[in-house]
């Protein structure tokens, strides 16, 4: 009887991908959700790459695109990833934004169907958990989560995290200026007694 195929990944996620015999079956690396395998994740890439926008096969994607256009338009180099479901943890999202933007820097948003996981060499990882919790939850609807995520990283920070660090920073120094400042003018107030008492 001739041997039948096993279904794989791609037929769980629907991303259209090239057969492959070692990675059907197994993520390519642990933190990944376990329905994205080596040609899956090419496939992502290679979307992202056309349109800074990767979804399963057969979504329109005419929305997000819209959502990401806006977003690069206010200088947030965005791209945004889509996987049907929810993985076997919400870090994997995360895992898998990092892969893809080894090779699309900015901002990538990969959404499952309640979690969203982020990375950015932009944005604060504060901010960008502060965005997503507002973004989570939305039973697939990635456009309405989209559409969250951006408005949130978009506002304006009510308060500069460089600014802050720079008054710190400044404060720090000031206060070592001032004890190295106290213990020399110490050390010759101790020297000019030690010098009278000699000549007494």
């Known amino acids: 009887m001739p041997a039948?195929?096993?279904?794989?990944?791609?037929?769980?996620?629907?991303?259209?991908?090239?057969?492959?015999?070692?990675?059907?079956?197994?993520?390519?690396?642990?933190g990944l959700p376990p329905t994205i395998d080596e040609d899956a994740l090419?496939?992502?890439k290679a979307d992202v790459a056309d349109n800074h926008v990767a979804t399963p096969e057969g979504r329109d994607q005419s929305e997000l695109e819209a959502i990401v256009a806006e977003a690069r338009a206010d200088g947030i180099p965005l791209?945004?990833?889509?996987?049907?479901?929810?993985?076997?943890?919400?870090s994997n999202l995360r895992d898998l934004a990092t892969e893809v933007a080894?090779?699309?820097?900015?901002?990538?948003?990969?959404?499952?169907?309640?979690?969203?996981g982020t990375y950015s060499d932009t944005i604060s990882r504060v901010r960008l958990e502060w965005?997503?919790?507002?973004?989570?939850?939305?039973?697939?609807?990635s456009v309405t989560a989209a559409g969250i995520f951006v408005d949130r990283i978009s506002e304006p920070e009510a308060v500069s995290w460089t600014a802050v660090t720079g008054?710190?920073?400044?404060?720090t120094v000031v206060a070592v200026a001032g004890l190295a400042y106290i213990k020399s003018r110490r050390?010759?107030?101790e020297a000019a007694e030690?010098?009278?008492?000699?000549?007494a």
């Open 4 to 30: 039948v195929a096993p279904v794989g990944v791609a037929a769980q996620t629907g991303w259209k991908m090239a057969p492959s015999h070692t990675s059907v079956f197994f993520p390519l690396t642990a």
């Open 42 to 44: 090419r496939a992502i």
């Open 79 to 90: 791209s945004i990833v889509v996987i049907p479901g929810n993985p076997g943890h919400d």
């Open 102 to 116: 080894g090779s699309e820097h900015g901002t990538v948003v990969v959404f499952s169907d309640d979690w969203v």
């Open 131 to 141: 965005a997503e919790d507002a973004a989570k939850s939305k039973q697939g609807d």
């Open 167 to 171: 008054v710190l920073l400044g404060g």
């Open 187 to 189: 050390a010759a107030a």
């Open 194 to 199: 030690r010098q009278r008492a000699t000549s």
